[in-house]
T-cell receptor, first 115, second 112 residues
Framework: EAGVVQSPRYKIIEKKQPVAFWCNPISGHNTLYWYLQNLGQGPELLIRYENEEAVDDSQLPKDRFSAERLKGVDSTLKIQPAELGDSAVYLC?????????????FGPGTRLLVL | AQSVTQLGSHVSVSEGALVLLRCNYSSSVPPYLFWYVQYPNQGLQLLLKYTSAATLVKGINGFEAEFKKSETSFHLTKPSAHMSDAAEYFCAVTGGYNKLIFGAGTRLAVHP
């Protein structure tokens, strides 16, 4: 069974440029998560989807970040414009449901460097 | 609110020695607790999880953790370290909300 797929794996951009990350969850998983992992820290949730609906986006900086999960499968996370402080790893995870006992399966992440 | 504290950002052990990674949690509701491992340039992989069944939880790669409510702890152990165990380890808690709250991580180094 394929795991969570993310692309690109690495991205280098100039500040103020836009950037987008893509995630394909494990087949059949209804719940999808985007996490931000700063260097030397644990991941922090940005947004959680149940199918197409964003049910927890309280930590998403909505002035520059946006996300979508059309058709309840793939998801895209966008930053526009990027700032120096956005340099981090962006992790996507999925679980079969959003239950609190459910295991979340993580992708390899996209490492973003903003210059 | 839920939170996790991992004591020791770096732990170094000899190959064959006991591994002990410490995790203390705070939760206003009965917690569910997880340990994840992250190898360089990879995503997080679940080692084990506590979901209110047995307090001693066995995971993959010979790791286990014991839930101690009185100490609000969920420490991760392995009797004998292997070089391949070198990685970063994250403890996480869920509680009243359907999201994982991670600790800052502990980087484990294993030397010959």
């Amino acid at each position: 069974e394929a795991g969570v797929v993310q692309s690109p794996r690495y991205k280098i951009i100039e500040k103020k440029q836009p950037v987008a990350f893509w995630c394909n969850p494990i087949s059949g998983h209804n719940t999808l998560y985007w996490y931000l992992q700063n260097l030397g820290q644990g991941p922090e949730l940005l947004i959680r989807y149940e199918n197409e609906e964003a049910v927890d986006d309280s930590q998403l900086p909505k002035d520059r970040f946006s996300a979508e999960r059309l058709k309840g499968v793939d998801s895209t996370l966008k930053i526009q414009p990027a700032e120096l402080g956005d340099s981090a790893v962006y992790l996507c995870a999925s679980s079969s449901t959003g239950g609190i006992r459910e295991t979340q399966y993580f992708g390899p992440g996209t490492r973003l460097l903003v210059l | 609110a839920q939170s996790v504290t991992q004591l020791g950002s770096h732990v170094s052990v000899s190959e064959g020695a006991l591994v002990l990674l410490r995790c203390n949690y705070s939760s206003s509701v009965p917690p569910y607790l997880f340990w994840y491992v992250q190898y360089p340039n990879q995503g997080l992989q679940l080692l084990l999880k506590y979901t209110s069944a047995a307090t001693l939880v066995k995971g993959i790669n010979g790791f286990e953790a014991e839930f101690k409510k009185s100490e609000t702890s969920f420490h991760l152990t392995k009797p004998s370290a292997h070089m391949s165990d070198a990685a970063e380890y994250f403890c996480a808690v869920t509680g009243g909300y359907n999201k994982l709250i991670f600790g800052a991580g502990t980087r484990l180094a294993v030397h010959p």
